[in-house]
């Protein structure tokens, strides 16, 4: 029975946060069109993004801070389409990613033989969930959507490597409209420079109240863009 309660709380407070909680709490600007020269990630060889990554306890406490280098290593062809490897600086087996900017947005593999997922799109579509990867509950042996949906554009937001207009995201893992994850992630998007803010958000122990879990903010990058 509790966690009943607990699923349909959480599927309010999703709908609470999909609908306009979220959008209002941060004071999200109106809708406005992006330049339609940009690309949200710029993929160069040697573009790379540093963030510094903080950790918090239920209480907002912050209790451990690292850093993270996001680099644009090389780049490869695949099925006759160009796509760059993104370096994530984690220690050996390194992590590799695999991006391409289509006319759609930004698209991504995790091996070059893998299926690609959208992970932005282009032009940002407005209140609209897509699909952005999946989600494994071992307790259930059931796989869910993790969803992405763009709820605003310019966006002020200002962070150590200096001050950008942005995109706002959601992310959620959902079973069609229900969604089950007690977590809830809020992304910011810089036009022509790539991720600027992520903060991720958890249940806390003993209520359905969200607390700020992980934050990641951009602290240091370079992004060249080449006109072909």
């Excluded at 992006?34 to 950790?55: D, F, M, Q, S």
């Excluded at 780049?75 to 220690?91: A, F, H, R, V």
């Excluded at 079973?175 to 803010?197: E, S």
Aim: aromatic share 12%; with cysteine; glycine share 4%.
């Amino acid at each position: 029975m509790k966690n009943q309660i607990v699923i349909v709380l959480l599927v309010v407070l999703a709908g609470c946060v999909l609908n306009s909680c979220i959008k209002d709490s941060l004071g999200l600007d109106v809708f406005e069109k992006i330049p339609h020269e940009a690309v949200i990630l710029p993929l160069e060889i040697g573009n790379y993004w540093r963030y510094k990554i903080t950790l918090y306890n239920e209480d907002n406490k912050s209790k451990e801070e690292s850093e993270q280098l996001y680099t644009i290593i090389d780049k490869i062809s695949i099925n006759e389409e160009i796509w760059y490897i993104q370096d994530q600086g984690l220690p050996p087996p390194s992590v590799l990613t695999y991006l391409t900017n289509r006319n759609d947005g930004l698209w991504q593999k995790s091996t070059p033989n893998s299926e690609p997922l959208r992970i932005t799109q282009y032009p940002v579509v407005y209140d609209k969930s897509f699909k952005v990867g999946s989600f494994f509950n071992p307790s259930e042996n059931k796989y869910y959507d993790i969803k992405r949906e763009a709820v605003s554009v310019n966006n002020l937001i200002n962070t150590q490597a200096g001050r950008f207009k942005t995109i706002c995201y959601l992310d959620f893992v959902a079973d069609g409209d229900i969604i089950y994850q007690d977590t809830l992630n809020i992304i910011f998007y810089a036009p022509n420079k790539g991720l600027i803010l992520r903060m991720r958000y958890k249940q806390k122990t003993h209520n359905n109240e969200l607390y700020l879990y992980e934050r990641w903010e951009l602290i240091e990058y370079n992004t060249k863009i080449l006109h072909r």
